[in-house]
């Protein structure tokens, strides 16, 4: 390497030596530079960069070979052959473009190193080529080892000069790349020149047609020239990169803060994304830049993705785990990167499907049970009736009604019933085929339909699996909680023609089989639905009733046993209906509670009682019933304030009576009316003591003013030991509770005799008196009456009336 050395130091114009390296690296960053247009250009102009890098490379080696060969100083006369020094340059642009053609390549394995080494090669046949175009007066002769080192320099560095530029779109890694091509040249043309040793032979003559070296200075000026043209091409081509990059930046920033996904594509492949796309569809962590867009929306075609910019797209993404996301789409066309492009917005619309889905499921079930409800049943219903008519197969419907639901909830509380619901929801699905449907229509109802049946007879066994099932206990029930049903059923056709009289046939064998006593299935007949029709027609009585004037009260005396006084009346309902007669308490009053005609009921029989009492001259008592519906349904404090304000009733004189089973539904709210009901002045009686569950705490927990103790308990008092001793223990029950007691149903001397060596308290019925209207007892509630003795008042009242109601 020291004849290397000694030949650039003594043999070369230094001046011309560094403006041959200059020229070289400036030539060698073009080349570079250009070369990462050629990485983001497509088609045709990949091409033409190529074509334009090739040049530059050529021009750069070329002439810095030139350059320097201009430099160098030989002793004897010199020139250039045209032809050959052409041959030079156009080879080295050839095999330039050669070998950067090969290195952008991605088919082509290591293709940036073996393009690297061709541009090498090209380096050294434009030297070779350019050697032989050196005329002079002697002969060069050649040191065959350096030739070869020379050749072996420009390869290894041109090798390594493509990877090395082309590891990123960098200043750094540009210059490295710069650097590397500008040392391969360098390198192997004065390793080369080193090679060669000028001997001179005056026998030699240079040509005429030789390019002298003032001409050749001249041609390497213009190629200079265009060097730093290219260059300051390869410049405002950075700029505009830099510039497109800070809005590409930007609007990556902008697409990026967007909820929705964003894809920009151009026609087919996706040319950028914003997080949220990258986030929904590539769940493995790969970047969805460079992929097909169709790999992603594969049910997509370009005319319905083209038809999205006027109407959003519903349609599903293939994320790259392989699961389908239902997405809308919305498409629009826009300038990207200079350059027209399509971009996507891709919305997910999981949520608002899974929001469809629950509304549908809402609207079509039940949201306790789970069960599709009274619309979803008559959907079915329809569609099984199409599906019937004119074939040889029966359809069943079958109602079903829990029995004594309402005393679950009144002792266990609605939480209780829920579970009920659900636990029967489940025994009912338990027995049912796939083809068969069951719904909850509402409360404790719920019906089945049962399709495809050889003969109405096959609907019973259904009927039969539901009844079997229900004698199993319910799990995470408390204990004591029991469950019972009903079923009536109808068959299509033999019983009905038509959907709606199906039902009603079905809804009159359900109530014939609770009269029957509960637990038990009909089926229907002709005689049921006259029966139900009595049902519908009563309840529609009791509600006219009252605009009918067919209600009115009667009265029943109450005294107090140690002075014989009467101090009240116990206000009775009574109904004498326009068709059907009177008819009995006991008979109308569980029907207007099971109907919700009780409350206005109520409210008569309450405003009725306290305007009468208000017309009376003495101030005397008078009792009012309440029903459990009135305690826990209505406004009972401020119906009874408002009463008490109309009629001028004095709060005191009062008494409202009600069963303990009424209080059970909900304690804390039948504890909270009773005392609102207290701060208003009013008395409250226990009604019916002895006959519910009579519990010890209620009375402790309640604000009553006083027991009233059932007739079955009175009336065995003379005749059974049992009775007395119950008796015995609930007045002195009573008396520990400084709570006065009043004795129902008494009906005899024998009675009334034990009542008063008990010291019982008060008294009411036959033996006072029987119930009647108030005008009968004129002399009681008169200011010029007199109080009476039981039995002088007993014996009037049976000689006045002759009711046998109690």
Known sequence: MLKVYTCIATQHDLRLVALAALVCALASFTAVNLLHHVGRSEREMR????????????????????????????????????????????????????????????????????????????????????????????????????????????????????????????IKWKALGALVLTVAICSHHFTAMGAAAIVPDPRIVVSATALPAEWMAIGLALASIVIILLALVGLVLDLRDLRRAGETARMQELADAAVEGLVVYNETTIVAANHSFAALACVDGSQPVGRLLESFFPTVSQGELTATARKPLEAELCATDGSMIPVELIRHNILYAGKQHQVVAVRDIRGRKRAEEQIHFLAHHDPLTKLPNRTSFNEKLEAEFAAHRGTDRCLAVLFLDLDRFKEINDLFGHLIGDAVLQCVAEKIKNVLKPEHMVARLGGDEFAVIVPGLPSPAYATRTAEAILNAFDETGVNLPAGVTIGTSIGIAVFPNDAPDRATLLSHADAALYEAKLEGRGIYRVFEPSMGEHLHDRRQFEHDIRHAISRNEFSLVFQPQAELHSNRVFGFEALLRWDNGTRGAIAPTVFIPIAEECGAILKIGEWVLRTACAEAAT??????????????????????????????????????????????????????????????????????????GTGYSSLSNLRAFPFDKIKVDQSLVRAVDTSDEAAAVMRAVFGLARGLKLPVLAEGVETDAELSFLRAEACDEMQGYLLGRPCPIAEFAQHTSGEGKAAAPQRLRKHKLRVVKDSAA
């Not at 052959?81 to 041959?87: D, F, G, K």
């Not at 090209?122 to 050649?142: D, K, L």
């Not at 305690?631 to 009874?640: A, I, K, S, W």
């Open 47 to 170: 091409r033409i960069w190529l074509a334009v890098a090739a040049v530059a490379t050529g021009f750069g080696i070329w002439s810095t070979h030139f350059i320097a060969m201009l430099a160098f100083q030989p002793a004897v006369p010199s020139g250039y052959n045209i032809a050959l020094t052409i041959v030079s340059l156009v080879a080295a642009i050839a095999l330039t473009g050669t070998g950067l053609t090969v290195g952008m390549s991605p088919r082509v394995p290591y293709a940036r190193w073996i393009g690297g080494m061709i541009v090498g090669g090209g380096i050294a046949v434009m030297h070779y080529t350019g050697m032989a175009a050196f005329e002079i007066a002697g002969r060069v002769v050649w040191d065959m080892p350096l030739v070869a080192v020379s050749i072996a320099l420009g390869g290894l560095f041109g090798a390594a000069a493509l990877p090395v530029a082309l590891q990123a779109n960098t």
């Open 616 to 689: 009376w001259d003495r101030p005397l008592g008078v009792s009012v019933n309440v029903s459990a519906v009135q305690l826990h349904g209505g406004n009972l404090p401020e119906l009874v304030e408002e009463v008490l304000k109309e009629t001028g009733l004095d709060p005191s004189r009062l008494e409202l009576e009600i069963t303990e089973s009424s209080l059970i539904k909900d304690i804390g709210r039948a504890l909270a009316v009773l005392h609102k009901l207290k701060d208003l002045g009013v008395q409250i009686a226990m009604d019916d003591f």
